[in-house]
């Protein structure tokens, strides 16, 4: 038997090197898990049927020093891998099959990744808690009467019920950190343009960026290095540095946080959290980010503007889902009417109002100068802290239905997440403490922030914190 409980990408990469066990049996022991489990997680969508045929290739690849070889891995359902079905948890895209791989995914299969299958999503990344997949609810693994978050909640929901080693997301907002804090692992966004779009299904195309689920720093460490780099197939695809100085000074940003509606326990985890830090000889003060009251509301404008153009492709001619109507117009309307679920008709009505000429200026406009001055506040903390610290969301997984009928106090998830993507920063978050809840305990995380390109001190701060 295999302890998947305590595995991580390391130990099962050094047993595997041993001959412990061979990287068959690995795969075998997530499918047994995901058998007896992911009926009631519902954390994927499919599980291909050629592990086993990966899984011999893999085992080929098996030596020191090839971290990856024989890793078994689940990818979130809006990335492509060539043959096999993606549908970004949308109707739209029922049947669709992809004609290439992604460049990420292609590079984790080079290194010899095991790829059990795709993992539930809100409908084209769009959520906060899985709900809005047209393919039914995640459950969270610690309490299945809860949203594991989202929209990479089956990504999470997997890595932390043991039904895969690690996963890949995609964060646009905080689709990555928010249910890697709900389901208590470790969740990286890394910064925008290090890895490579090709072949993820675009949301809002200026914030978009994948990034790994695992349950170490180390392990995200190893994923992120196997994933970054500049890609040919994206032309705002960048090699990070991840060089400077690094001087263990964090920033709180005090203000911002005190503006109340953070649960309480999550406010005792993290002021716990920040005197770890000190005791580990960092440096804490506070900053100032004068705009950062205004991060949520930009996100909303701009994010719609750019999902609204980029799901303008699903037309019901080129991809997917065709609905016969009168005529030209009558197909489109039939097949993006029936294809599409609320939210996403939602944010192309609120994307296409926000561009609209007359609009255009008041809302988009607007929303892109505070962008700017955003990332001018960042620039100026982060010439003289290397860290920004907050907790990655208000509070615990929430109830599955909570939330689902109030768009606005869902939006709200994203209050601490999606700043690093309009700005472009890395964000990592790692797990902090759990608030007891009747017999259960829900966890939830701190985030880290850093500079363009510093990767590395999230790692750095990261594994002082966690230990590994
Ligand atoms: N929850 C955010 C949203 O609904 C973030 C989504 C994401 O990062 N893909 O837009």
């Given at each position: 038997m295999i302890d998947l409980s305590s595995l991580t990408i390391k130990k099962a990469h050094e047993a595997l090197v041993r001959g412990e066990y061979t990287v068959r049996e690995l795969v075998n022991a997530y499918l047994d898990e995901i058998r007896a489990r992911d009926g009631d997680i519902?954390?994927?969508l499919e599980v291909y049927e050629d592990v086993m045929a990966q899984a011999d290739e893999a085992q080929k690849k098996v030596?020191?020093?090839?971290?990856?070889?024989g890793i078994p891995m689940a990818i979130k359902d809006n990335m492509l891998l060539e043959g096999k079905v993606a549908t970004?948890?949308?109707?739209?895209?029922?049947?669709y099959v992809a004609p290439y791989t992604a460049t990420a995914v292609q590079k984790l299969k080079d290194a010899g990744v095991v790829f059990l299958g795709r993992t539930n999503m809100d409908e084209f990344a769009m959520?906060?808690?899985?709900?809005?997949s047209a393919f039914g609810v995640t459950k969270n693994?610690?309490?299945?009467?809860?949203v594991a978050g989202g929209s990479s909640g089956g990504s999470a929901a997997a890595v932390a019920a043991h039904l895969a080693l690690a996963s890949l997301g995609s964060d646009t907002g905080g689709s990555i950190r928010q249910p890697a804090s709900h389901c208590g692992i470790v969740g990286l966004k890394p910064?925008?343009?290090?890895?490579?779009?090709?072949g993820l299904m675009a949301m809002g195309s200026s914030l978009d960026i994948i990034g790994p689920f695992t349950r170490t720093v180390s392990d995200a460490e190893t994923l992120f290095n196997a994933l970054k780099g500049k890609d040919r197939?994206?032309?705002?695809?960048i090699d990070v540095s991840m060089a400077g100085p690094f001087r263990k000074k964090i920033g709180i940003p005090r203000r911002f946080l005190t503006n109340g509606g953070i649960d309480a326990d999550v406010v005792a985890g993290f002021e716990a959290a920040i005197a770890r830090y000190q005791s580990l000889g960092y440096e804490v003060c506070d900053i100032e980010l004068?705009?950062?009251?205004y991060a949520l509301a930009v996100y909303y404008v701009l994010m719609p503007a750019e999902v609204s153009t980029n799901l303008a492709?699903?037309?019901?001619?080129?991809?997917?889902l065709h609905k016969e109507g009168m005529d030209l117009m009558g197909d489109y309307l039939l097949s993006r009417g029936e294809g599409f679920g609320r939210e996403a008709r939602r944010r192309i009505m609120l994307g296409s109002y926000v561009l609209s000429s007359g609009y255009y200026d008041a809302y988009y406009n607007k929303a892109a100068s505070v962008r700017e001055l955003l990332k001018s506040d960042f620039a100026k903390v982060f010439s003289d802290v290397d860290i920004i610290l907050t907790p990655?969301?208000?509070?615990p997984a929430f109830k599955?239905?909570?939330?689902?009928?109030d768009p606005v106090a869902m939006y709200l998830e994203d209050i601490f997440t999606v700043t690093a993507n309009l700005v472009g920063i890395p964000a990592l978050s790692v797990p902090a403490g759990a608030k007891k809840v009747g017999n259960t305990q829900l966890p939830f995380g701190i985030q880290l922030m850093a500079s363009h390109e510093r990767e590395d001190i999230l790692f750095s701060a990261g594994k002082d914190f966690m230990g590994e």
């Open positions: 519902h954390a994927y030596s020191a020093g090839n971290l990856l070889a970004s948890g949308s109707k739209i895209l029922t049947g959520g906060s808690s899985t709900e809005n693994p610690h309490d299945t009467s809860r910064t925008y343009g290090s890895v490579s779009r090709h197939y994206d032309s705002t695809s004068p705009h950062i009251e492709r699903f037309d019901g001619m080129r991809y997917g990655t969301t208000p509070a599955i239905g909570e939330k689902a009928s």
